[in-house]
């Protein structure tokens, strides 16, 4: 389809240019056919879900009023916060990832046309991954009853628009102060930090409950005891999403505007940018305190040191271990809220093997298999199961500081449970660390861009299932002691 509609275009345009940056994404997704398939399926069944409820909902009425506008500007900030985190990523493998941006500025070709293709490329993407999972039950519903649901879909575009415009306007802001490199690293902090800000502030809010009520539902009260979905600009939104027109004009209007405003005023920035990217510096830093640090003795040390050393040096593995860690704060202040005793072993033992067996797995993959030198380990006279052993205890051991917390956590209510906790989580590490390291495919560490886990979908699925059911029988063990 996207190939067909850019041989009807010029080639070169803007338009051109911008399906080809889809494209781009499309492909880079990686997915197998069997993957494929598998979305495919699920797609259809999703949107079969939207077309039962359009015939349900065909002759119920709609009142919009403060409290529906509440209730989508809610959900359009938790939805722009993802979309805030999907455009930082996005625009750190534009600048310094993606690689065609040599070929594209020594074309025949507008700078302009070029940083708005990207900018569009980078909403189009954000706005098709929230597409998938909002439209297929939003647009059966709109045109079996209810058109002026419609409206949602613009809300959606001005959001991506904006996404894009304030995730490159970061990138580009963190290159100028502290360098790519510093950008890539705060980068994917910042991610991190605003994928999760919306899931910590209702956390924040539901630690000073008594009745233990949902956070969102008491983000929700707060929000509407102070006015916000009624005002001129809060109830934007929710006007916009139920098809009123001057909303939808000021809120795509201004996006709109938005965007052009950031092609044109960023331009140079971006092209400063993406030269700092791609420069290499003249001299090297002398290296303190001589060399002989750097050689170990063993075998076995060499390679934990080195995989190591590559694991913390990748900035995309600060975004998962924090946004992990995120994740598993809300979980240690429930267990130690109100300073009484912790109340749920069973459900942080679960939590804890479940967790870090996946991200042992993730970092067990990248280890075994971005490998820059596979075939001069293939034809070195050691032993594979030495190599694999040594990459498994790197990936362990980085793993380590984030699979002990909840441990502790249960150590204040049973030492026993917080051992038979941390013997599990370890053990679901080692074993699903080691099914990747075994079928580990090396490939150079420079083609895992991406990082998107390979080993098939029954690979994945099988490891999932080995984290959770020694999950369950942890949780099982650490209740009975």
Same mark, same amino acid.
């Given at each position: 389809?996207i190939?067909?509609?850019?041989?009807?275009?010029?080639?070169g345009?803007?338009?051109?240019?911008?399906?080809?940056?889809?494209?781009g994404?499309?492909?880079?997704?990686?997915?197998?056919?069997?993957?494929?398939?598998?979305?495919?399926?699920?797609?259809?069944?999703?949107?079969?879900l939207?077309?039962?409820?359009g015939?349900?909902?065909?002759?119920?009425p709609?009142?919009?009023?403060?409290?529906?506008?509440?209730?989508?500007?809610?959900?359009?900030?938790?939805?722009?916060?993802?979309?805030?985190?999907?455009?930082?990523?996005?625009?750190?493998?534009t600048l310094?990832?993606?690689?065609?941006?040599?070929?594209?500025?020594?074309?025949?070709?507008?700078?302009?046309?070029?940083?708005?293709?990207?900018?569009?490329?980078?909403a189009a993407?954000?706005?098709?991954?929230?597409?998938?999972?909002l439209?297929?039950?939003?647009?059966?519903?709109?045109?079996?009853?209810h058109?002026?649901?419609?409206?949602?879909?613009?809300?959606?575009?001005?959001?991506?628009?904006?996404?894009?415009?304030?995730?490159?306007?970061?990138?580009?802001?963190l290159?100028?102060?502290?360098?790519?490199?510093?950008?890539?690293?705060?980068?994917?902090?910042?991610?991190?930090?605003?994928?999760?800000?919306?899931?910590?502030?209702?956390?924040?809010?539901?630690?000073?409950?008594?009745?233990?009520?949902?956070?969102?539902?008491?983000?929700?009260?707060?929000?509407?005891?102070?006015?916000?979905?009624s005002?001129?600009?809060?109830?934007?939104p929710?006007?916009?999403?139920?098809?009123?027109?001057?909303?939808?004009?000021?809120?795509?209007?201004?996006?709109?505007?938005?965007?052009?405003?950031?092609?044109?005023?960023?331009?140079?920035?971006?092209l400063?940018?993406?030269?700092?990217?791609?420069?290499?510096?003249?001299?090297?830093?002398?290296?303190?305190?001589?060399?002989?640090?750097?050689?170990?003795?063993?075998l076995?040390?060499?390679?934990?040191?080195?995989?190591?050393r590559?694991?913390?040096?990748?900035?995309?593995?600060?975004?998962?271990?924090?946004?992990?860690?995120?994740?598993?704060a809300?979980?240690?202040?429930?267990?130690?809220r109100?300073?009484?005793?912790?109340?749920?072993?069973?459900? +942080?033992? &679960? $939590?804890?093997?479940?967790? @870090?067996?996946? %991200?042992?797995?993730? #970092?067990?993959? =990248?280890?075994a298999s !971005?490998e820059?030198?596979?075939?001069l380990?293939?034809?070195?006279?050691?032993?594979?199961?030495? +190599?694999? &052993? $040594?990459?498994?205890?790197? @990936?362990?051991a %980085?793993?380590?500081? #984030?699979?002990? =917390?909840?441990?502790? !956590?249960?150590?204040?209510?049973?030492?026993?449970?917080?051992?038979?906790?941390?013997?599990?989580?370890?053990?679901?590490?080692?074993?699903?660390?080691?099914?990747?390291?075994?079928?580990a495919?090396?490939?150079?560490?420079?083609?895992?861009?991406?990082?998107?886990?390979?080993?098939?979908?029954?690979?994945?699925?099988?490891?999932?299932?080995i984290a959770?059911?020694?999950?369950?029988?942890?949780?099982?063990?650490?209740?009975?002691?």
């Open positions: 389809m190939g067909w509609a850019m041989r009807h275009l010029p080639p345009s803007l338009g051109w240019l911008t399906l080809h940056e889809l494209r994404n499309l492909r880079n997704a990686g997915r197998s056919r069997v993957g494929q398939v598998v979305g495919l399926l699920f797609l259809l069944g999703y949107t079969g939207g077309v039962f409820f015939v349900m909902l065909a002759d119920a709609f009142h919009a009023g403060p409290i529906a506008w509440l209730a989508v500007l809610t959900a359009s900030l938790l939805v722009f916060t993802f979309m805030t985190t999907q455009s930082l990523l996005a625009s750190q493998r310094y990832e993606a690689g065609d941006l040599d070929l594209l500025f020594t074309a025949p070709l507008d700078p302009r046309t070029v940083l708005s293709a990207k900018l569009i490329g980078i993407g954000v706005m098709l991954t929230f597409s998938i999972f439209l297929p039950i939003l647009l059966p519903v709109a045109v079996l009853g058109p002026e649901l419609l409206g949602s879909v613009a809300l959606l575009v001005a959001l991506a628009l904006t996404a894009a415009c304030l995730g490159l306007g970061v990138t580009l802001l290159a100028r102060i502290g360098g790519p490199r510093a950008a890539k690293t705060v980068g994917q902090i910042l991610a991190a930090l605003a994928g999760a800000s919306f899931f910590l502030v209702t956390q924040i809010f539901n630690q000073h409950d008594e009745n233990r009520q949902s956070g969102f539902v008491l983000l929700f009260e707060a929000m509407r005891a102070r006015g916000y979905g005002g001129p600009l809060t109830s934007l929710g006007r916009a999403a139920f098809g009123q027109p001057l909303a939808i004009v000021l809120l795509l209007g201004g996006a709109v505007l938005l965007f052009a405003g950031t092609s044109w005023g960023m331009r140079q920035v971006f400063q940018s993406y030269r700092a990217g791609g420069a290499r510096p003249a001299a090297r830093r002398a290296a303190r305190g001589g060399i002989a640090r750097r050689f170990h003795r063993s076995f040390a060499a390679i934990f040191a080195k995989e190591l590559l694991l913390v040096r990748d900035p995309a593995l600060i975004f998962q271990m924090l946004l992990r860690i995120v994740y598993l809300p979980i240690l202040l429930v267990a130690f109100d300073g009484r005793s912790l109340p749920i072993g069973p459900t +942080l033992a &679960f $939590a804890s093997v479940v967790v @870090a067996g996946q %991200l042992v797995s993730s #970092l067990a993959w =990248l280890a !971005a820059d030198a596979p075939d380990l293939k034809v070195a006279p050691v032993a594979k199961d030495d +190599l694999d &052993f $040594a990459k498994l205890l790197a @990936a362990m %980085l793993a380590a500081p #984030l699979g002990v =917390l909840l441990p502790i !956590a249960i150590a204040f209510q049973s030492i026993l449970g917080a051992l038979v906790a941390l013997l599990f989580t370890a053990g679901c590490g080692a074993t699903v660390g080691y099914l990747e390291v075994a079928h495919q090396p490939a150079p560490r420079a083609t895992f861009q991406r990082r998107q886990k390979g080993g098939g979908v029954v690979r994945n699925l099988f490891e999932f299932f959770v059911i020694l999950g369950l029988v942890a949780g099982v063990l650490v209740y009975l002691v």
